[in-house]
């Protein structure tokens, strides 16, 4: 994707982002809607999360907001972007532990879904697990090892980010759960990826995820289960960069959806 009609705000001089007032009550038509399709079906450090950041429900928080909490709880922050990033500087961010978050939100007519990830994604979809040490330290050492690595080795890479950080479940006593940013800031998503017999949900294995094609624009065919969320801090104890090259000596697995042309 090399194009967005999105642009992103850009602060005044003391830092302070003016929106509108229709793209604050689009964040909390997103927030109302969402935060409710999530009971029952998000995991608890997501919830924890949610608690601890206390974002407005009924305006886009501020990124100096976000960036307080998180770097007390995880020594992470969050950097403001454009709409659009090399994937150089995207993986410099998370080496840094700053996520990028584009400051603008999706219009009415794409209120369901959009490609380029908003604020809302961003702040709502991922950054509540930020709050977690676990996931934390993995999105760091995701970013730190792909900076490093070359073109094949990161579309390897971009698969286990796409299986966990943004696709991922979760077993939990109280039944699956949900992790992935992408899931979590998904009407559309949240209650299919755990209730339609339609996906395949399979336990987590590195070697597949790593071998899983994907699509960014279609509802996900698989989902990987991960029994505990600690398991992200026991992945970055692993040489990921071995299993990635072993993972390269492997066929592909077969996609589980039709080709976008």
Known sequence: MKRTKYKARVPDESGYIHYSDEENETWSMLYQRQIKQLEARACDQYFEGIEVLSMPPDRIPQLDEINGVLKQRTGWGVARVPALISFDRFFKLLANREFPVATFIRVREELDYLQEPDIFHEIFGHCPLL?????????????????????????????????????GLLNTSKGLRIYGGGILSSFGETAYALESSIPVRAPFDILTALRTPYRIDILQPVYYVLEDLKEMTRLCELDLMALVHQAMSMPMLEPLFESDK
């Open 131 to 167: 709050t977690n040490q676990a996931f934390a330290d993995f999105t760091e050492t995701y970013g730190r090892l792909a900076l490093s690595a070359t073109k094949e080795e990161r579309a390897y890479l971009a698969r286990l980010y796409w299986m966990t950080v943004e696709f």
